[in-house]
Every structure is written in C-alpha cells, then in structure tokens.
C-alpha cells in the first residue's frame, strides 16, 4: 500500500470533496474545455486527464510512488507521440497465438532476452504484487532487477521497472525509437505487424540488456506458452492461482487454462507452485516431469505458518525451502497477499539455488524483514483517502473479487462500504458482483473511459439481479460515481466506520487514482 501523502502539507482528510460535474459547468465549462484543447491527443487519456488537472488543483500535487506525465512540454509530447503509435498497433484484446513474431524480433535484436537470468510468472491473479514482492527481495540481496509487468496503473512507463522504479519518460521514448527500425523490419517480414504487447515486450528485453540487470523479472501479459513474454527461458517459472479468466482465449476449464501457463516450464527450471485446484496442480505437474523440472509446491515445501493483522499490515511467519522467516511484516492486507509473499520467497530462494540438495539455509532473515516491509502494491486495496475511506482495489474477476472481499472483512472494520464498480467487456461481471456483494452496503455502477468499458445500463442490469435495485445507482462517469458513493458512505455521518471502494477494472482504479490524488 502506498503511504505517501500530497506534499502541500495537507493530510488525505483534509482533501476537498470531489466536484461535480454541475460545478464544473458553472465554472465556465472548465473540464469540456480542457478536453477540447487537448483534442490532438487520445481522447480517452485526454478526458481522464483534464478530470485529474481540474481535481489537483484543489487536492494539492501529485502523490504516489506511479510515474505522472512529465512536466517537459517537449518530453511529454514525445511520451504521447510513441504511445499514439504503440496503440495503432494490434492491441493486447487482439491476439494470435505464435511466439513466431517474438522470435523473429529478438533475432534481429542480437537476442537481448539470453543476457540474464529471468524470474517468469504466469498465474491468474496476484502476478503483479508476486513479481513486486520477488523485486524487491532481489534487491535486497544487492542485485540489480528489471522487472516487465501489466498492465499499467496510470502510467505505460510503469511496465518496465529498472532498480524498482518504472523507466524515466525520456528513457522509455529513446528505447523505442532506439529499436522502431528494426520492428518495422520484422513488420515487414510477417503476415500480421507486431501487436503493442509484442512491441513492449521487446523494449523491455532490450532496456534490460542496456541496463543491464543481474535478472529480469518477467510476468506474462496472458497465458504462457503462446504469450510474447515466453521467448525467455526462466531459470524459475512461478504460478500464481489459476482460475477462470480470459475464457475465451485460455479455455473454460482449469485443466485447460493450466496447460496453456505451464508453457513457461522450461527444461532444467526450477517451479514454484502456488495453491491451486487440483486439476490444474495435476497439469503443471505433468509438464515438470515432461521437461525434468524441479517443483516447490506451496503448502508441501513452502507456505505461510502463521499470520496475523498488524497496523498497516499483517505479521507473517513463512516456511522457506531453507527454513522458516518468523516476524515478518508485510505492508499489504489480506490472505492472499501473505501467499503471495509466500511465492515470492520461495522463487527468490529458487533462484539462489537453495533446495538443490545441499543442506537447507534460510536467507538473511534481515535482508528478507526489510525488503518486504518497502513493498507497495499500488491499486491493490490501497487507501487514497480518509473521512471516509477510500480505496481501490483492481480486482477484475471473481477470484480477485473474493481475495479482496475477504481483506476487507479482516483488515478494516467498515459498518457502511459503498462500491464504486466500473467493468471491462469479457470479463464474468456477475461472478464478480456476486463475490463483493456480501460486503457491500449499496453499489454505484459506471464506466471508465476506455472503449472496452462495459456499457453502464448493461452493468446496472446485472447489479440490480444481485444486489436487488433499492442498493444500486448508476452514475455514468466516475468522477461522479465516486462524489456519489462518498455521499452514501458519509449519510448517517459514520465517519469512522464508513468506506468506498473502487474497483472492477484496473483501468478504472487507474483513473480513480488521477481523480483522488492528481497527476497529469
């Protein structure tokens, strides 16, 4: 969770509450006109932006360890201008499943992805957070990661992080422009041009050789064998739960969603397995025998001992490979952040060969304490403000929805929580109402700005089926469904036990994050 605070001085609750869309109007149209002048850029970024401008000036300046636009005019249309091409390429919703295109960039790159050592995740949930945490423990042990993740929250620079911060904006424009040669080269060679995943993924790889890291720490975008990420040979393959997602593209069972992720199990690797179903457990199983991997399966050789809530956190005992880690305190709530500390540590201790068969030792119990007391999961049960509570949350499909329901319940003792719930298409909206609807008092449905936001009357539909119509409200854009949910939270002046939480879709926790702390 992040901890920072605007920098004016001003502490969350003292935040102004979120205007409204009338204020805006009455003010001469502040937000319509900054939306027109920025016209030339996309518009989606330019609404969500000139929300956060007109927000910030009364919130105070930007907080938040996420990357802002850059403050350069210059840098900063550099930044839009490589975004505006990356996004005319085939998007990440687009697919075709073949490496081929992959292949054929890193040959004409000089392979850059063949001069480290990789960590690569796969899993349904808790990547992001898992390929943080293992980052961060990296680190600590005084090597230098490079860590590929996605989506981003607010930021694209955020996919590729050097020494656990995202890439600097000139950096990420001059890596493109450094390798745009050789992808319109290969564009050229192929039946279909590199999609804007095959694009980021290469300039990761590249800025990775470049830096260059001691290791890459490399979370699929979808999948695994398939995926652009997996022309890396992971000396560790990581797999976070596998659940029900992306039907469509991956299968409608776990057995077949697993054997799409274990194409990460490379010959030789060592697996790191988290809790899972037994069918897919089975799947992955075989494939490490197929390729003679190694597997460290949490709850057999690895898992969480003990752990309880702790201000800001919670306390963890974890069972490494070398031993067990007590007293350890992780700045993250809920259950399945202690497992994904619990993965994390078990991939990190992989990677330094512990459990080889040499006699097990644990890691500097030292070194681990702190690395995991810096990590922040931005967007993930994060808190934006006070009076009330405002969270956000990216869960986006049953699974996460249920992991994040049950932090709630634990870690914040909310006698009043309103959802704030902005959907993507494709994604099971009703499993995921279904499983926040046990905590929450009342929802607001909207929509982000994206064009794959599900339309806001078919969310309501499936709401009202759930929650029943007297607990739902639809308010269209987001700036509103929060102003409205706070009101909700704030009726019968529970201040202290009243909460919002924002959540659905990462792009919506992306733009809520604009709205409540600014950032251009």
Same mark, same amino acid.
């Given at each position: 969770?992040?901890?920072?605070?605007?920098?004016?001085?001003?502490?969350?609750?003292?935040?102004?509450?979120?205007?409204?869309?009338?204020?805006?109007?009455?003010?001469?149209?502040?937000?319509?006109?900054?939306?027109?002048?920025?016209?030339?850029?996309?518009?989606?970024?330019?609404?969500?932006?000139?929300?956060?401008?007109?927000?910030?000036?009364?919130?105070?300046?930007?907080?938040?360890?996420?990357?802002?636009?850059?403050?350069?005019?210059?840098?900063?249309?550099?930044?839009?201008?490589?975004?505006?091409?990356?996004?005319?390429?085939?998007?990440?919703?687009?697919?075709?499943?073949?490496?081929?295109?992959?292949?054929?960039?890193?040959?004409?790159?000089?392979?850059?992805?063949?001069?480290?050592?990789?960590?690569?995740?796969?899993?349904?949930?808790?990547?992001?957070?898992?390929?943080?945490?293992?980052?961060?423990?990296?680190?600590?042990?005084?090597?230098?990661?490079?860590?590929?993740?996605?989506?981003?929250?607010?930021?694209?620079?955020?996919?590729?992080?050097?020494?656990?911060?995202?890439?600097?904006?000139?950096?990420?424009?001059?890596?493109?422009?450094?390798?745009?040669?050789?992808?319109?080269?290969?564009?050229?060679?192929?039946?279909?041009?590199?999609?804007?995943?095959?694009?980021?993924?290469?300039?990761?790889?590249?800025?990775?050789?470049?830096?260059?890291?001691?290791?890459?720490?490399?979370?699929?975008?979808?999948?695994?064998?398939?995926?652009?990420?997996?022309?890396?040979?992971?000396?560790?393959?990581?797999?976070?739960?596998?659940?029900?997602?992306?039907?469509?593209?991956?299968?409608?069972?776990?057995?077949?969603?697993?054997?799409?992720?274990?194409?990460?199990?490379?010959?030789?690797?060592?697996?790191?397995?988290?809790?899972?179903?037994?069918?897919?457990?089975?799947?992955?199983?075989?494939?490490?025998?197929?390729?003679?991997?190694?597997?460290?399966?949490?709850?057999?050789?690895?898992?969480?001992?003990?752990?309880?809530?702790?201000?800001?956190?919670?306390?963890?005992?974890?069972?490494?490979?070398?031993?067990?880690?007590? =007293?350890?305190?992780?700045?993250?709530?809920?259950?399945?952040? @202690?497992?994904? %500390? +619990? &993965? *994390? !540590? #078990?991939?990190? $201790?992989?990677?330094?060969?512990?459990?080889?068969?040499?006699?097990?030792?644990?890691?500097?119990?030292?070194?681990?304490?702190?690395?995991?007391?810096?990590?922040?999961?931005?967007?993930?049960?994060?808190?934006?403000?006070?009076?009330?509570?405002?969270?956000?949350?990216?869960?986006?499909?049953?699974?996460?929805?249920?992991?994040?329901?049950?932090?709630?319940?634990?870690?914040?003792?909310?006698?009043?929580?309103?959802?704030?719930?902005?959907?993507?298409?494709?994604?099971?909206?009703?499993?995921?109402?279904?499983?926040?609807?046990?905590?929450?008092?009342?929802?607001?449905?909207?929509?982000?700005?994206?064009?794959?936001?599900?339309?806001?009357?078919?969310?309501?539909?499936?709401?009202?089926?759930?929650?029943?119509? =007297?607990?739902?409200?639809?308010?269209?854009?987001?700036?509103? @469904?929060?102003? %409205? +949910? &706070? *009101? !909700? #939270?704030?009726? $019968?002046?529970?201040?202290?036990?009243?909460?919002?939480?924002?959540?659905?879709?990462?792009?919506?926790?992306?733009?809520?994050?604009?709205?409540?702390?600014?950032?251009?």
């Amino acid at each position: 969770m992040s901890d920072a605070q605007p920098d004016n001085g001003q502490e969350p609750d003292d935040l102004p509450a979120i205007p409204s869309i009338d204020d805006e109007q009455s003010e001469g149209g502040e937000f319509d006109r900054i939306v027109d002048a920025e016209r030339d850029r996309d518009p989606d970024l330019a609404v969500i932006e000139a929300g956060s401008r007109t927000l910030r000036a009364q919130a105070g300046p930007p907080g938040g360890d996420l990357p802002t636009r850059p403050d350069d005019p210059e840098l900063d249309r550099a930044l839009a201008d490589v975004e505006k091409e990356l996004l005319a390429r085939w998007p990440e919703t687009k697919l075709d499943p073949s490496t081929a295109r992959m292949s054929a960039l890193m040959d004409v790159l000089g392979e850059p992805q063949r001069t480290y050592p990789a960590i690569h995740i796969t899993g349904t949930n808790g990547k992001t957070t898992t390929a943080r945490m293992i980052e961060a423990l990296l680190a600590g042990f005084d090597l230098r990661p490079g860590r590929y993740s996605s989506p981003h929250v607010q930021s694209i620079t955020e996919r590729i992080s050097l020494d656990g911060a995202p890439i600097p904006a000139d950096r990420f424009v001059s890596v493109y422009r450094d390798i745009q040669p050789l992808v319109e080269l290969v564009d050229a060679q192929q039946e279909h041009r590199l999609s804007f995943f095959e694009v980021l993924t290469g300039m990761a790889y590249a800025a990775f050789a470049d830096a260059p890291v001691d290791v890459a720490v490399v979370e699929v975008g979808m999948g695994g064998s398939w995926d652009a990420t997996n022309v890396i040979d992971g000396t560790v393959a990581v797999l976070t739960p596998i659940s029900l997602d992306h039907r469509a593209r991956l299968g409608d069972t776990p057995e077949r969603i697993a054997v799409e992720k274990s194409g990460i199990i490379k010959p030789g690797a060592r697996v790191v397995l988290a809790q899972q179903q037994i069918e897919a457990a089975s799947v992955v199983l075989r494939r490490a025998v197929e390729v003679d991997a190694t597997v460290a399966r949490e709850g057999m050789e690895f898992g969480v001992l003990a752990r309880e809530v702790a201000v800001g956190g919670q306390l963890l005992t974890l069972r490494g490979l070398g031993g067990e880690y007590p =007293e350890v305190f992780l700045p993250l709530h809920g259950a399945h952040m @202690a497992h994904n %500390a +619990a &993965v *994390a !540590l #078990a991939a990190v $201790e992989a990677f330094f060969g512990v459990g080889d068969g040499r006699p097990a030792e644990p890691l500097d119990q030292d070194v681990v304490r702190a690395a995991f007391a810096s990590v922040t999961s931005p967007g993930r049960l994060e808190v934006l403000r006070t009076s009330p509570t405002v969270l956000v949350d990216a869960a986006h499909n049953p699974g996460g929805a249920q992991a994040t329901a049950e932090a709630i319940t634990e870690a914040f003792g909310f006698s009043r929580l309103i959802g704030v719930v902005g959907a993507t298409e494709g994604k099971d909206v009703r499993g995921l109402l279904e499983a926040f609807e046990p905590v929450l008092t009342e929802v607001v449905v909207t929509r982000n700005t994206s064009q794959r936001a599900v339309d806001v009357d078919a969310l309501a539909a499936v709401a009202v089926e759930v929650f029943g119509a =007297e607990r739902v409200q639809v308010e269209p854009r987001l700036d509103d @469904a929060i102003e %409205a +949910a &706070v *009101a !909700l #939270a704030e009726e $019968e002046h529970e201040y202290a036990a009243a909460g919002v939480l924002v959540t659905g879709s990462v792009i919506t926790v992306g733009e809520a994050r604009l709205l409540l702390k600014g950032g251009r």
